[in-house]
Nanobody
Framework: VQLQAYGGGLMQAGGSLRLSCAAS????????MGWFRQAPGKEREFVAAINWSGGSTLYADSVRGRFTVSRDNTKMTVYLQMNSLKPEDTAVYYC?????????????????WGQGTLVTVSS
């Protein structure tokens, strides 16, 4: 399974960005998708997750109400709509694929990882 994340960029605080993550290859083995991020000097942290079948979602407290994760099963693509961006949202964002069908926040529950896309939010 290959995951390709894109859509990052530079945005002012209060603005919006949408990240996309396209899955290809043996996608039938992927039942859940997650977004994680890693800021400079910090550990990677969970952002949001969604499962392919029922659309169940899970969010980190820091982004709930501002970020929305969604999926397009026909395109095998997951999106992360980020609104009301804050400078502390600055990080490299990674998408990940899990073989389990429940939404998960633990990175060790994700088997497939895409390359990161950088999001920079200026104050």
């Amino acid at each position: 399974v290959q995951l390709q994340a894109y859509g990052g960029g530079l945005m002012q605080a209060g603005g919006s960005l949408r990240l996309s993550c396209a899955a290809s290859g043996r996608t039938f083995s992927v039942n859940g998708m997650g977004w994680f991020r890693q800021a400079p000097g910090k550990e990677r942290e969970f952002v949001a997750a969604i499962n392919w079948s029922g659309g169940s979602t899970l969010y980190a407290d820091s982004v709930r109400g501002r970020f929305t994760v969604s999926r397009d099963n026909t395109k095998m693509t997951v999106y992360l709509q980020m609104n009301s961006l804050k400078p502390e949202d600055t990080a490299v964002y990674y998408c990940a694929g899990s073989q389990i069908g429940v939404v998960a926040s633990r990175s060790d529950m994700y088997r497939y990882w895409g390359q990161g896309t950088l999001v920079t939010v200026s104050s």
